[in-house]
T-cell receptor
């Protein structure tokens, strides 16, 4: 069953612009993670934010978490054509390390 | 470290045949996850192991699916007999489990096995 739901389903922007993707989830979580998947490849872990954190940065990535709204956002600044991929949020809940993934946002960055 | 290694990369088989997918974990990781990805259903967790022990197999669709972890670095997912609706990309992923059950470092995924059952 899907826990996280990404929005939008697809996003197309120009190189240099910022890309924002959102994720909503339903239950209490331990942490929320974002992954990238290039076409035909496996998922790559980008960033993990714990339930007691509100914001985290990694290079051009900025993730926010609002547990009161059960939502998270992933911001990619100064996007590049190489950022073209699908982006997934995933959550773990309770004492489990099991991750439940959303269906993803397909990002296209046009050169 | 070569990462999580899956084989084969592609598998085309006829309905009714047995299919075995293989996964080698990253050295030092003690949790192993099998996922299936389709356009319709997205990424579904089939089963996961911790220290070679199956913890949650509630996602295994039917008795036709079975998974084993004979040692700390290797796992197989078997489908017998296979059906066209099993066509999907199958991923395994590994992680290092911290005390309390949470993984702080995310999963490392393999490149997947694209299974086509005709």
């Amino acid at each position: 069953s899907q826990q996280g739901e990404e929005d939008p389903q697809a996003l197309s922007i120009q190189e240099g612009e910022n890309a924002t993707m959102n994720c909503s989830y339903k239950t209490s979580i331990n942490n929320l993670q974002w992954y990238r998947q290039n076409s035909g490849r496996g998922l790559v872990h980008l960033i993990l934010i714990r339930s007691n954190e509100r914001e985290k940065h990694s290079g051009r990535l900025r993730v926010t978490l609002d547990t009161s709204k059960k939502s998270s956002s992933l911001l990619i600044t100064a996007s590049r054509a190489a950022d073209t991929a699908s982006y997934f949020c995933a959550t773990s809940e309770g004492g489990s390390e099991k991750l439940v993934f959303g269906k993803g946002t397909k990002l296209t960055v046009n050169p | 470290d070569a990462g999580v290694i899956q084989s084969p990369r592609h598998e085309v088989t006829e309905m009714g045949q047995e299919v075995t997918l293989r996964c080698k974990l990253i050295s030092g990781h003690n949790s192993l996850f099998w996922y299936r990805q389709t356009m319709m259903r997205g990424l579904e967790l089939l089963i996961y192991f911790n220290n070679n022990v199956p913890i949650d197999d509630s996602g295994m669709p039917e008795d036709r699916f079975s998974a084993k972890m004979p040692n700390a670095s290797f796992s197989t997912l078997k489908i017998q007999p296979s059906e066209p609706r099993d066509s999907a990309v199958y991923f395994c992923a590994s992680s290092s489990r911290m005390t309390g059950g949470q993984s702080s470092y995310g999963y490392t995924f393999g490149s997947g096995t694209r299974l086509t059952v005709v």
